[in-house]
């Protein structure tokens, strides 16, 4: 399994980001997907996160209302608008999936819960 993240760039403290993250070697709605992102010196952080079939979202507290995540199953790839950017969103962001292992499946908020990563795009916001 292979995931491979684009889409980062640098943008002033209001403005808006996408990034994308194609998937291959798997078969994609049998994944979770997050995001995540890390600063230098400091732990990886979670994002947001999203079910197989796309109909739930899950988001920390520190992006929840300025970033949306979504998937396209068609395309294996899932995808991070963020909007309002603040300086403090600045990082290295970075995808991953985890495989559904049972009926009751719970979404992962921490990097352990996640079996494949994707290389890290940067993310830098100027005020």
């Known amino acids: 399994v292979q995931l491979q993240a684009s889409g980062g760039g640098s943008v002033q403290a209001g403005g808006s980001l996408g990034l994308s993250c194609v998937v291959t070697g798997a078969i994609f709605p049998s994944y979770v997907m997050a995001w995540f992102r890390q600063v230098p010196g400091k732990e990886r952080e979670f994002v947001a996160a999203?079910?197989?079939?796309?109909?739930?979202?899950y988001y920390s507290d520190s992006v929840n209302g300025r970033f949306t995540i979504s998937r396209d199953n068609n395309k294996n790839t899932v995808y991070l608008q963020m909007n309002s950017l603040k300086p403090e969103d600045t990082a290295a962001y970075y995808c991953?999936?985890?495989?559904?292992?049972?009926?009751?499946?719970?979404?992962?908020?921490?990097?352990?819960?996640?079996?494949?990563w994707g290389q890290g795009t940067k993310v830098t916001v100027s005020s």
């Open positions: 991953a999936a985890a495989r559904v292992t049972s009926v009751v499946y719970i979404v992962g908020r921490e990097p352990t819960d996640y079996d494949y």
């Open positions: 999203i079910n197989g079939r796309g109909v739930r979202t």
